[in-house]
């Protein structure tokens, strides 16, 4: 049993025009990453496409239909300043979905016991009734919804470690007490949310980090916060967002994480999926914005990611 990877070529036609840092080439940096030798055996397969029905578990129907005709034949349709739809993006975004969706199928059914979806768009900017922030749709809220409607599983937990706090995965669950969301990001920054004090119904946990925080302060407020109201949770399925944008080399942020930082944190949280979840992990791409720093950390987390038995 080892890791399996859903990608697809469609990731690389969603493409927001020139200069834009959410771009095809952060997909085909991370596509060699995976193809080193290392990786070399785990288990690679094709992204299916999610249905309008499962994205609507999350989006509203008329959100989801309205981004699928917004799709234009040619040119862009931007739908904020920062996001755009191309002739390629419903696919990719429908893809992005559909990836964490049979990540959940197969390991429920016993295939493997984690996943990484290499895809994009990224996802976790997507509230219910808005795309932004380079999002369309909310993979691992879509992926949440679909472990427990259809696998009916009962505490399902996200850690969110993107630079960027995951409004749309918050406002998805803020309600919602039997969904855990955990997010570490730079504070205050884009988007504005995330503050500790956003507790949703005591289900949410925010870690506000000061532009410039590097290393060990990072461990050390993982390790006093996340960590420990995650074991207390017990989830049953642990669902990643990750992004690499903490990176020190990173374009669009101010923290000073390194590629052995992505590693640590995903060690911690392979060690917590052991103990609760029979080692039940699901990891989706998000930000990641240095075409160099990119690879390195997928390659840091999915190292730690391959050992989740
Ligand atoms: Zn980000």
């Not at 749709?137 to 427990?148: E, K, L, P, S, T």
């Not at 996200?158 to 960027?164: E, N």
């Amino acid at each position: 049993m080892t890791t399996l990877i859903f990608s697809h070529k469609s990731a690389e036609n969603h493409d927001m025009g020139h200069g834009h840092p959410e771009c095809p080439n952060r997909i085909k940096a991370v596509t060699r990453a995976l193809e080193a030798d290392r990786f070399k055996n785990l288990d690679k397969r094709e992204a299916p496409l999610a249905t309008i029905e499962q994205i609507s578990r999350i989006h509203s129907q008329i959100y989801v239909e309205q981004i699928i005709d917004l799709v234009p034949q040619e040119g862009l349709h931007q739908i904020d300043p920062d996001t755009a739809l191309c002739p390629g993006s419903g696919e990719a975004a429908m893809r992005a979905c559909g990836a964490v969706v049979a990540a959940i199928d197969a390991i429920m059914a016993g295939e493997s016991n984690s996943a990484f979806c290499a895809m994009r768009p990224p996802g976790h900017h997507a509230e219910p009734s808005r795309g932004m922030g380079f999002c369309l749709f909310n993979n691992i809220a879509v992926g949440v919804q679909h472990a427990r409607i259809v696998h009916n599983l009962e505490r399902v937990a996200i850690v969110d470690f993107d630079v960027h706090h995951g409004n749309g995965t918050q406002s998805a669950f803020w309600s919602e007490e039997d969904v855990f969301f955990a997010s570490s990001h730079q504070y205050p920054f884009y988007p504005g949310t995330g503050s500790a004090k956003e507790t949703g119904v005591g289900n949410i946990c925010n870690v506000p980090l000061a532009e410039g925080t590097g290393s060990q302060h990072f461990r050390r407020k993982i390790e006093g916060t996340i960590l420990p109201a995650l074991e207390k949770f017990k989830p049953q399925l642990i669902f990643l967002s990750a992004g690499f944008d903490a990176h020190s080399r990173d374009p669009l942020a101010n923290l000073h994480l390194e590629e052995e930082d992505f590693g640590w944190i995903t060690s911690k949280l392979v060690d917590i999926a052991g103990e609760h979840c029979d080692a039940k992990i699901i990891s989706s791409l998000e930000g990641g914005y240095d075409l160099t720093a990119l690879p390195n950390c997928v390659t840091a987390h999915l190292t730690e990611l391959v050992k989740a038995m």
